[in-house]
């Protein structure tokens, strides 16, 4: 027993000379750092980022906190050239928003489009992904690149198009009016058929992105799974609502909160397609933001009106997030 304790008491005093070596041998390279090369490191990885950090210091840090500065200001055109002189108004241009007309138009505006365009482009993505994900393996490929195409398609061209299919007198839905024999109104110069007209627009433009993200939800959605529901005895509506839409919710989430951010901040279709008009009825507070500053050179309105959106934005999306992330 003594000489197995001792040999025992003996290994254990080797182990640590074995794991650490012997007393005066240094320790392998890249196992310890000393001072003087983490400093290097560290220099190196500054240096490394120094392009990325003055871009976005110069492109985003400083225009936001200028942006706000100049909210609590009379920053006009004369401030330009020597923004010193402008003059601290407090919240006036904040409180003077809530008292404007037009701005409340344009914010009611902006609620009207995403209150339509987010469930409809959000349906429409759906049921384009599940149509191709339903075993149209030929086509698969040409359609989806087909409903991705707008997406990436410049808005000008986007214009070009819907004005062709929108115009009362030769366009695709007057020829085909004709054809039937009924007139065809002039969408974009009705007060009430202009915005719905860019809502439509809107949803076929974006429409693709919620596909894609859907289509590569529902190829997760494992092979088994739908198997076993099919042996339970369970229809294709059934395995939809029980199987494809819980295992969609977080896929869902992002696509909702995204499309959401992105109307809320709808500015290129009004601006190209009818300039806010008629009579305001397409005028959006992005548009409106976007004339107050470089149309009317109203800076100090311009950034408080973007502060306020940013505001509406982030309470729309956290508000998303505890409502949705319960689900899924």
Not at 9 to 15: E, L
Not at 27 to 49: F, I, K, M, T, V
Not at 105 to 113: D, I, W
Not at 252 to 269: P, S
């Amino acid at each position: 027993m003594k000489t197995a304790a001792t040999r025992a008491g003996a290994g254990s005093d080797r182990a640590p000379a074995q794991a650490g070596g012997p007393p005066g041998q240094q320790a392998p390279a890249g196992q310890e750092l000393r001072p003087d090369r983490l400093s290097r490191q560290n220099l190196a990885g500054w240096l490394y980022s120094t392009p990325f950090l003055a871009l976005f210091l110069t492109f985003m840090a400083f225009p936001i906190v200028a942006t706000l500065l100049m909210s609590f200001t009379d920053f006009g055109l004369r401030n330009v050239t020597h923004p010193l002189d402008a003059n601290f108004v407090g919240f006036d241009n904040y409180t003077a928003l809530f008292d404007d007309p037009k701005f409340l138009r344009a914010l009611f505006n902006t609620c009207y489009f995403v209150v339509l365009g987010v469930p409809l482009t959000i349906g429409s993505g759906l049921v384009a992904a599940v149509l191709l994900n339903s075993g149209i393996d030929r086509f698969r490929t040409f359609f989806r690149v087909g409903f991705y195409v707008p997406v990436v398609t410049a808005i000008v061209a986007v214009a070009v198009i819907w004005r062709f299919v929108l115009d009362p007198s030769e366009g695709l839905i007057a020829g085909l009016g004709a054809q039937l024999g009924f007139s065809t109104p002039d969408f974009l110069a009705s007060k009430t058929l202009a915005m719905p007209s860019l809502i439509v627009m809107a949803v076929w433009r974006n429409m693709g992105t919620a596909m894609v993200l859907f289509l590569a939800g529902l190829q997760a959605i494992p092979v088994e799974v739908r198997e076993a529901a099919k042996l339970d005895g369970a229809g294709a509506f059934q395995e939809f609502r029980r199987i494809t839409v819980p295992l969609l919710r977080p896929t869902m989430l992002y696509v909702a909160v995204m499309t959401t951010i992105g109307f809320l901040n709808v500015f290129e279709e009004p601006f190209v397609m009818t300039d806010g008009g008629p009579g305001d009825s397409t005028l959006t507070v992005s548009l409106h933001m976007y004339k107050e500053g470089f149309s009317f050179f109203h800076m100090g309105s311009a950034s408080a009106m973007a502060y306020v959106l940013f505001t509406i934005v982030l309470a729309v999306t956290l508000l998303q997030f505890r409502l949705l992330k319960d689900k899924t």
